[in-house]
Each structure stands twice: as C-alpha cells, then as structure tokens.
C-alpha cells in the first residue's frame, strides 16, 4: 500500500459520535475514540509506522479499485477488480443510540466476492494514544483483544487470525458468491465482549444502516438540479455531527496540511461556532430541522454558560461537549503526512478574539421559526446581555475569520458580522417581543454600517477591502449580499466582485487572501479555499451573472473527489489540501446550489 495516498483518496464512515476513513487500498489509516476529538486508534494518515491502521484488501492488487458509497448511505464500497476476481470491502459503522455518549463503537468491513476468485488479507496494527501507549495483545479462538491503557480494541472475524507481534494478521480466500468479513469494536478496559461473528450477523447490520440513512434523508426537501451532490454534502455534515449534543466538528482530522511538507497543520476535530451557526441555515433550507435546532441548543447552552462572568461572551471554538480547554500541543514522534510537521492536537486560536462570531451566532438563532421559537427566556436574556456587550466591544480590532497568527487588525469581515449580530438582535426582539436595549443596538448597528462603508472601501481597488490598513482583498466577504448588508446588484457590490475576480480568482476557483500582500505570521503559501469558492457561486448567482456562476459550479464539481468529499483547499495541480472532509466546504456547497437553483429557476420563469 502507499504510504501515504492522496488525501483525496478516501471515503468517510461514521456512527454519529466519531468516524474514519478509508483509502481506496482498502485501508482505515484514521480513526480516533471513543469521540472525533480524542486520541486516535489508527493514525497511518499522519505516520505510515507509528500511526497505525487496519487493511482489509487483496492479496495481491494487481488491476484496478473504485471506491463509491452504496445509495443515499454512508456506506462505503470498496471495489477490487482483476483478471482472476473482483471482491468488495464494504464499509460502514452501526449507528445504535447515538444520542447517547458511548465508549463502545464499531468498524464493520465485509468482504465478498462477486465474481471469479480473491483472496484478501488482513492486517490489523491499533496504536493507541496517537501511537504513544503500549498494547498487548490476546489471541484466542473468538478473536483478538488489544489491550491498551484505559481501552480495549476487540477484532472478530470469520476466518482465522494469526499472531504479528503484538499485532494480528489473516487471510481468507473468497469465490464468487461468498462472503465474510471482520468487525473491530473499542469500548473501555475491561468492556464486555462482543457477540461472536457470523455472515448473517454481518448481513443484518448491513441492512440496519442502510435503513437508517435512506429513512433520515428522506427528509430532505431538495429537488433542484444536483441531488446526488447535495446529497452527499448532507450526509457528510450529519457524518461530521455530534448526535449527544447536536455540535458540528469542523473536520473528521486532524494534522492534514495546506501545504504538503509545510507548517499550516492544524487539529479541525472541535466546533466552531462559525461553521456550526452557518450550518443551521443549510439544514433548514434541506428540511433537517432537528439537526439546525441541536447545534441552535448547544451554543445558546455556551451562551449561558458564560452569562455574568468577565470573559468574553463567547470563544470561537470548543470540544463537542462544551469543553472549552483546547490547549495546543505537538505530537514530536508523527512526521506528518508526507512530512507535515508538525502535527499538533490541540487549536490555539480557541483563545483569539474574533468578534465575527456574534454575528454567525445570532444568524444561527435568527434562521426561522423553527429555530427562533427554541430560544428560552434564559437563552434570550443570555443572548440579550452578549449584544449589550458587544455593543461596548466591535470597534476592536482582532484576528478575524481567518485565525491569523500577524496580530490583531481591524477586519471588515468582523465589523460586516456584528452589524449582522445587531440587525438580527433587533429582529429577534420585535418578532417574539423580548426586552432588549434596543435603541442601544439599533445606535450600534448603524454606527457598524457607517465605519465599514467608510473605511472598508477602497477607492484604489474599488472594492470592499480585509481590513482598513491595506488595500488586500478578503474572499470572506462574499457573504455581504447574503446577510443583506449590501443589496447583491449594488454597484459597489459588482465592482467588488470584479476586484475579486482580478486579483482572488484563479480558474474559477477562489483564494481567501493573498498571504504575500497581507502577512498572516505563517510561513508558507496554500491553495485556493473551497468555501469561498462556493461562496463566490452564490454571489454570482444574486448579482444575476448565472452563465458564469453555473460554470464556476459545474467546474467546482470536478475538483471533489470519487465520492464527492472535499478538503479545506484545492492546491496548485489540482490536488485536495487540508483537513477532510470539511464540513464548511460542505455547507457553503449545499447553499450555494440552493441559491443557483432559485436564480436559474426565475430566469426560466419557473
């Protein structure tokens, strides 16, 4: 296998509590438990020797592999094909209770030859701790234990096991029309055993998860030109979702870089209440009300947590339970994917002041009756006392959307989104008739819109600018016509988009920032962000530049990979960059097609 295969290159599973990928060499080389933010179990991703992983493939791969998910699920099918054989690896995770926080969770790889004759091998090597604790190894006639401190990793299987060191190996010989497979489960020390393996068992869960996900995407209210893509990105945010408290991780991994052998590394397995309070507007929009209400519960929840206390309102990002101790560390003993170092747990930018997401969180809040009306009175006090704050504290200057490690500046994205927090406060408050200062936040909010219209503007570039020191240009802007702070037809507006279309676009797809032109204290460069460039569509789309928004769409397109995820960043040849899959590449897709799909419609007169 290779040591380190595309990031592109693998397929998502998950039980709603924690997930894995799977290359398309048959190879589960990420998988942390028992939640997507503790230590990993296989990491091969971010070190090919001290990772570790669980392979499940041919023998001998001569010929070809297609890797695809079997309909409307989130199983994954693994396709090998040669001259003597084609077998399949079918992948998947039950989802029992996942509203209930559990330590026991289960990889299911079926194996099964539909055609001539495979013989597939297994190789099982667990490195607990992201690879730091020790494991022994018990091997008995119902399978293997590994045992690690405070885990145990139980492997069963339908054909025999052998001993590699600590770790196990098997071999298993299918003709066309058999089947078998093997099941690895991790639960606490001393956990109770799982049940033994058979076909039929294997047959039955198989069944259960294809119901589960067919039944919850039923749901979906979709009907425009691209279901299967917008589909999938659905899936993948309900993959990449907390079901214990309805948070959003911002990716699956962690350590995948921006830049291969470079130092932008970073750990996405946290929420963010940016991503997660754009996400409520996606799932509305797709008719999946209870997964925008839970994430809406779990940050008016962080809302309440910090109501009377000196510390700022809000951080930007915290554990899926709340938590928010996010200390950053260094896993010296990785190399890093394809030597990324360093490779760290861990985000430090829990701690910097980004005032944008008073904005998102009340937007979030904001997005329709069925979310609005979930708000308690103690909620809406809570979220009453931060816009009291807020009102005190926009005018700052900060490390913006972008997390940048330059110092604090002042970001007209971060001015854009506490208007946004003031104008939808001021919704709020008359809609339900809440007590609020309103006369406070309606001061607040016009004196945001004055500032930014006045020193965001560049008459040099004619544009809407990053930040009032320098003539740079901020891709995150794009969401101005789509908070309703500039109508999408304005001609500062347009002229905007034809400044980002000089100096931030590059074949369709879009750059969040020139690094050169505005220093972010990293070294290095990365590849164009693909949230922006789904936000691009939509803006092109309300500004009525169809022809080009369906163009830079459909181009989008070819950049996900053979299932349909994508990363953070595409780079320079073409290739996926950054943490994966991402959830807010994801949600920015889904309304972007939403939007592109309206515009369309009304020029037909639909």
């Known amino acids: 296998m290779d040591r380190y295969p595309p990031i592109a290159d693998h397929g998502l599973v998950g039980d709603l509590q924690t997930a894995a990928l799977v290359s398309s060499q048959g190879v589960v080389d990420w998988f942390a438990a ?111 234990v590994f045992r690690a401190p405070g885990m145990d990793g139980h492997l069963r299987s339908t054909f025999p096991l052998e001993r590699d060191g600590q770790d196990v190996r098997g071999r298993v010989r299918l003709s066309a029309g058999e089947s078998g497979g093997v099941v690895f489960t991790v639960c606490a020390t001393g956990g109770e055993a799982p049940e033994p393996l058979t076909v039929d068992g294997l047959t039955g869960e198989f069944t259960d998860v294809a119901l ?26 309900k993959l990449l979702t907390y079901a214990p408290t309805g948070a959003l991780v911002a ?46 519960h779990w940050l008016v929840d962080r809302l309440r947590e910090r109501e009377g206390k000196e510390e700022e309102p809000l951080q930007t990002m915290y ?54 009306q979930q708000s308690s009175a103690e909620g809406w006090r809570a979220m009453a006392k931060t816009l009291d704050w807020l009102a005190d504290a926009w005018d700052r ?41 309103v006369d406070r936040w ?17 008459e040099k570039e004619r544009a809407f600018v990053q930040h009032y020191d320098e003539d740079v240009l901020d891709a995150s802007l794009l969401l101005m016509p789509i908070v309703g702070f500039v109508a999408s037809r304005d001609a500062a507006w347009l002229s905007t988009l ?23 204290g990293l070294r290095g460069s990365e590849g164009t962000f693909s949230l922006c460039t789904f936000l691009y569509v939509d803006a092109l789309a309300r500004a009525g530049r ?29 290739e996926q960059l950054g943490n994966f899959p991402q959830a807010f590449t994801h949600l920015s897709l889904i309304e972007a097609a939403i939007t592109l799909d309206k515009a369309l419609d009304a020029e037909h007169g639909r």
Not at 216 to 227: A, M, T
Not at 451 to 457: E, K, L, S, Y
């Open 319 to 372: 554990r899926i339970d709340g938590n928010p101790d996010l200390p950053e560390q260094t896993l010296d003993h990785f190399e890093g994917y394809r030597g990324s170092a360093p490779v760290r747990i861990g985000n430090g930018a829990a701690d910097q002041l980004q005032l944008d997401i008073y904005g998102e969180a009340l937007y979030a809040v904001s997005q329709g009756v069925e979310v609005a």
């Open 251 to 296: 990716a699956a991994t962690m350590g995948l870089p921006e830049q291969v052998g470079g130092e932008r590394n970073w750990d996405y397995r946290f929420t963010w209440v940016r991503d997660g309070a754009l996400s409520v507007r996606a799932m509305l929009d797709l008719g999946f009300v209870d997964e925008a209400i839970g994430f809406v």
């Open 34 to 144: 028992p939640r997507f933010d503790s230590p990993s179990v296989f990491a091969a991703l971010l070190d090919h020797d001290r990772g570790g992983y669980l392979l499940l493939a041919p023998e001998h791969p001569e010929g070809t592999c297609k890797q695809l998910y079997y309909p409307d699920t989130a199983i994954l099918v693994t396709r090998f094909m040669s001259p003597d054989g084609v077998g399949e690896v079918l992948d998947f995770m039950p989802v029992k209770d996942s509203r209930t926080a559990t330590d026991r969770h289960t990889l299911v790889r079926v194996v099964r030859v539909v055609r001539g004759t495979v013989e597939f091998t297994l190789e099982c090597r667990p490195r607990f701790d992201y690879g730091r604790a020790e494991h022994e190894l018990e091997l008995g006639d119902g399978g293997a």
């Open 397 to 437: 200057p900060d490390e913006g959307i972008w997390e940048t490690r330059g110092g604090r500046k002042d970001f007209t994205f971060s001015r854009l989104m506490s208007w946004v927090a003031f104008d939808h406060g001021l919704r709020l408050a008359d809609s339900f008739r809440r007590p609020a200062d």
């Open 442 to 458: 309606r001061k607040a909010r016009d004196a945001v819109f004055e500032q930014v219209m006045d020193r965001g503007w560049s």
């Open 498 to 520: 034809d400044a980002m279309d000089r100096k931030l676009v590059s074949d369709s797809l879009v750059y969040r920032y020139d690094p050169a032109a505005s220093p972010d």
């Open 546 to 574: 169809l022809y080009q928004a369906r163009y830079t769409f459909e181009k989008m397109q070819t950049y996900a990979n053979h299932v349909g995820l994508f990363a953070e960043e595409i780079g320079p040849s073409g």
């Open 212 to 237: 589960f996900w067919r039944h919850w995407l039923r749901q979906s209210r979709y009907r425009g030109r691209w279901p299967e893509l917008v589909h999938r990105s659905a899936i993948t945010l």
